[in-house]
């Protein structure tokens, strides 16, 4: 007979709920703001509003479903992920000169999306079954090192730096949670700085140089390669402390502000909403990711600690690199901002992350006590 533990519903993380409504309110009025006007057929957020309905559904799914099966299943999801990715490379459609997305027809998928979650699932369920002792030396961090390259290799060859750079931060930062030892980091970091400059030589792509010299000049081409930074520093420079108002921001609905529903989101909300606006907006958010790892600190054991963790990271990174891109902190990367930009590859993978939280902490208890 099915019986539902009651336990289950005690431990729920309503806080955690109730932050991650309020992250989808704001982003659905910001985007509302954003593409309200000037869009062809549906606009964005009415999509986006569909998105949000089908990652509940998924979360529903997530957490009816105990986080231990992971463990079971972590190598079939990512081979089915290379899969898709190999697939994205071969046949995948392009737009904007990357190839990225596999059209079903009702709808295209991002596979590297994907790729992002089934790191963390990959990882937590490799450190989870290896025993660090001391820490890993530099032997032992081979094998996970290859499960890195595999789809940071793809995703490169999309071409996609900014997410295949957010697999190995998520990968880095999973690795010194478990624990390294300090002759290993020595030797990584002495190593990279010696491949760094063959690597900006031989391994970036022009246009991809052209992005990092834009950073530390973009008024030297306004117009060009320096244009969405400078109308993004100009939008949320003149929002100054308390914004121009909700639907009064000029350089978003003159159309100045490009990919302003997308990877500048947060262009649109400073602007609107100024410093204030910004700041109250960005504690909301890492108020999120602070309950992610409050969840990693009370897990039942290392693996749901590992995946909490890793979710956890992945939120932080991406809105790190989000908000610094769009600052003019770091090069222009194509880093949607997470639950906040428009696009449903990046939403419902993001979603089911927040669903491993709810699992992993709905499941603090241990079978068989009484709380």
């Known amino acids: 007979m099915l019986r539902f533990d009651r336990r289950l519903a005690l431990h729920f993380d309503w806080l955690l709920l109730l932050t991650v409504l309020v992250v989808i309110a704001m982003s659905l009025a910001n985007l509302y703001s954003a593409s309200y006007a000037g869009y062809p057929g549906t606009p964005p957020y009415i999509k986006q509003g569909y998105y949000y309905l089908v990652g509940f559904c998924l979360i ?6 105990d986080y231990h099966v992971l463990l079971r299943v972590n190598y079939p999801i990512y081979v089915a992920v290379i899969v898709l990715l190999i697939i994205a490379v071969v046949f995948g459609k392009t737009t904007a000169g990357a190839q990225r997305w596999i059209d079903f027809g009702f709808v295209k998928l991002q596979p590297s ?7 963390v ?10 025993d660090t002792g001391k820490g890993f030396s530099l032997a032992d961090l081979v094998p996970p ?15 996609d730096l900014g997410t295949a750079l957010m697999l190995v931060f998520v990968f880095a930062s999973m690795t010194l949670f478990v624990k390294i030892r300090m002759g290993t980091i020595i030797l990584l ?11 900006w030589k031989y391994g970036l792509k022009p246009y991809q140089r052209q992005r990092v010299e834009t950073l530390l000049n973009p008024e030297g081409d306004p117009l060009g390669s320096g244009y969405h930074i400078m109308q993004s520093k100009i939008a949320v420079g003149s929002g100054q402390v308390l914004g121009k108002g909700y639907l009064a921001g000029t350089q978003v609905h003159l159309d100045f502000l490009p990919e302003r529903h997308t990877d500048f989101a947060f262009s649109v909300l400073a602007e609107e909403w100024g410093f204030v606006g910004s700041v109250v907006f960005l ?4 108020f999120m990711v602070f309950l992610g790892l409050s969840v990693a600190a009370v897990a039942r054991d290392k693996f749901g600690v590992l995946l909490a963790f890793g979710v956890s990271a992945l939120l932080f990174w991406q809105a790190f690199v989000n908000v ?3 600052l003019g902190l770091l090069p222009v990367v194509g880093m949607p901002l997470p639950l906040f930009s428009y696009g449903g590859s990046s939403l419902l993978t993001n979603l089911a992350g927040v669903g491993i939280l709810f699992n992993v902490r709905m499941r603090r208890f241990r079978a068989g006590s009484k709380s």
């Open 60 to 65: 529903l799914a997530i957490i009816s479903v």
């Open 113 to 119: 999306e994907l790729a992002k979650l089934s790191v």
């Open 324 to 326: 610094a891109m769009v």
């Open 145 to 159: 090192a290859l499960l890195l390259l595999v789809p940071v290799g793809l995703i490169i060859k999309q071409p």
């Open 283 to 286: 504690a909301c958010y890492f």
């Open 189 to 199: 970091v002495v190593f990279g700085l010696a491949v760094a400059p063959m690597a």
């Open 121 to 130: 699932v990959t990882f937590a369920s490799y450190y989870c079954r290896k």
